[in-house]
């Protein structure tokens, strides 16, 4: 694992950011990541290649997850965060979000979806995963793949990343650890204007969006909109 650089909070507090170009399992097991956002898109891509540790650690079915990334790629129009939960008292992670990304339905609806990534989009989807999975799990060490299409990370993508962070840490400065890259499509040099953001002091602040919380027996849905646009987000 490699240390990119640190967010210093309004408090004074500090945040190291870490990239890790391999698996979840292994920094799982060692207590560096204790919570995971993944973009819903199964096969090939970060997802699949931890399903079955994700399934095992959490004592979820594997095929659930399939399902619901599925459903939430495939079908589901609206910005939805699937929150899957630990089942298990002994496990290593407090539970995995499956993402939308840019290969989702509902990105494809969105106007101007092309490069340059669409900042709402990232920035809002990354807020609202971070704030649950800490919020609501008490994670302390998140970690994140990308949430693009295969091959296509970007630098702004990570940037909306961070600043979504940066602004989760200062109104939450004791509650964030660490926060950990993850996996395959992103290099170093994807992350290079993270470092820029405590320099340039540009972050701005939160602005809050409108969210509604579905619950069933093993996970939640989180549809979030911003904007108020037909697209219910832009």
């Known amino acids: 694992m490699i240390t990119l650089s640190n967010l210093h909070s309004r408090s004074g507090t500090c945040l190291p950011i870490s990239f890790d170009p391999g698996a979840l399992e292994p920094i799982a097991k060692l207590g560096d990541v204790d919570a995971y956002i993944v973009a819903s898109e199964d096969g090939f891509s970060p997802l699949g290649l ?41 496990s290593q992670l407090r ?14 609806r969105l106007p101007n979806r092309g490069r340059p990534p669409h900042r709402s989009f990232y920035y809002n989807v990354s807020y609202e995963s971070i704030a649950y999975i800490c919020g609501q799990w008490g994670a302390r060490r998140p970690a994140i793949s990308h949430l693009s299409a295969s091959g296509h990370f970007h630098e702004d993508i990570a940037t909306c990343n961070a600043e979504a962070l940066a602004h989760y840490f200062d109104a939450n400065p004791t509650e964030i650890q660490s926060f950990t890259f993850l996996g395959c499509c992103i290099s170093e040099s994807h992350l290079a204007g993270i470092a820029r953001l405590n320099a340039e002091g540009g972050t701005g602040k939160h602005r809050p969006i409108t969210i509604e919380l579905e619950k069933y027996s093993q996970h939640s849905l989180i549809h979030l909109s911003w904007g108020g646009s037909q697209f219910n987000g832009t």
């Open 95 to 108: 539970g995995v979000i499956l993402a939308p990304s840019e290969t989702s339905a509902c990105y494809k």
């Open 50 to 90: 931890n399903r079955k540790f994700l399934a095992s650690d959490l004592g979820v079915d594997e095929e659930m997850i399939g399902k619901l990334a599925r459903w939430n790629r495939f079908e589901n129009e609206r910005f939805t965060l699937v929150a899957i939960p630990s089942q298990r008292s002994d």
